[in-house]
């Protein structure tokens, strides 16, 4: 299986502030990585796919990049809304796994 | 617009069974292949199941493989997710999403969820 590793775990941050979230493969994953946005009590939702094609109705402050084995989710200027908990998500291979996630707090 | 609703989550007891749906609406249910995904409390997010949208193609995490079965519906725009054997492990939020495929493939939308509680 391929282990898929969130840094940090938590983070602590402020309005406006650039944010960015790392996540490590365990071997190449190609650009098979999706990032997803969830708030407490309710469902992930799709923020990246791909490693860096923006989801249609998600604000241009996310971003993603990278390829192989090292992924990053970058927020520009972090909005009240943004506070939320993080996870990557691996496509490549059956299992498909996630990473720990990472919450992000004021 | 597009929506998934799971229902059927509920408290059973350890060895017990349950059977999970998922409604799907406002897109062409038979042309996806769909998932279930799990997060126990407080816990990050597991992967369960897929099955293609003619159900030819199957695949299971290890944590369940021989105890739970998915199925679908196609004329009733629904998935299922039978399973049996239920463990205290087994204990979490279970959603369905559907796959998106691109380069990747991703989920998107997931449902609500629905809250299975294995307890004695």
């Known amino acids: 299986d391929i282990q898929m590793t969130q840094s940090p775990s938590s983070l602590s941050a402020s309005v406006r502030d650039r944010v960015t979230i790392t996540c490590r493969a365990s071997?190449?994953?190609?650009?098979?990585l999706n990032w997803y946005q969830q708030k407490p009590g309710k469902a992930p939702k799709l923020l990246i796919y791909d490693a860096s094609s923006l989801q249609s109705g998600v604000p241009s402050r996310f971003s993603g990049s990278g390829s192989g084995t090292d992924f990053t989710l970058t927020i520009s200027s972090l909005q009240p809304e943004d506070f939320a908990t993080y996870y990557c998500?691996?496509?490549?291979?059956?299992?498909?796994?996630f990473g720990q996630g990472t919450k992000l707090e004021i | 617009e597009v929506q998934l609703v799971e229902s059927g989550g509920g408290l059973v007891k350890p060895g017990g069974s349950l059977r999970l749906s998922c409604a799907a609406s406002?897109?062409?249910?038979?042309?996806?292949?769909m998932n279930w995904v799990r997060q126990a409390p407080g816990k990050g997010l597991e992967w369960v199941s897929s099955?293609?949208?003619?159900?030819?193609?199957?695949n299971y995490a290890d944590s369940v493989k021989g105890r739970f079965i998915i199925s679908r519906d196609n004329a009733k725009n629904s998935l299922y997710l039978q399973m049996n054997s239920l463990r205290a492990e087994d204990t979490a939020v279970y959603y369905c999403?559907?796959?998106?495929?691109?380069?990747?493939?991703?989920?998107?939308?997931w449902g609500q969820g629905t809250l299975v509680t294995v307890s004695s």
């Open positions: 999403a559907r796959a998106v495929v691109g380069v990747s493939n991703w989920f998107d939308p």
């Open positions: 099955i293609r949208s003619s159900s030819t193609y199957i």
């Open positions: 998500q691996q496509s490549y291979s059956i299992p498909y796994t």
């Open positions: 071997q190449s994953i190609s650009s098979y």
């Open positions: 406002g897109f062409t249910f038979s042309g996806y292949t």
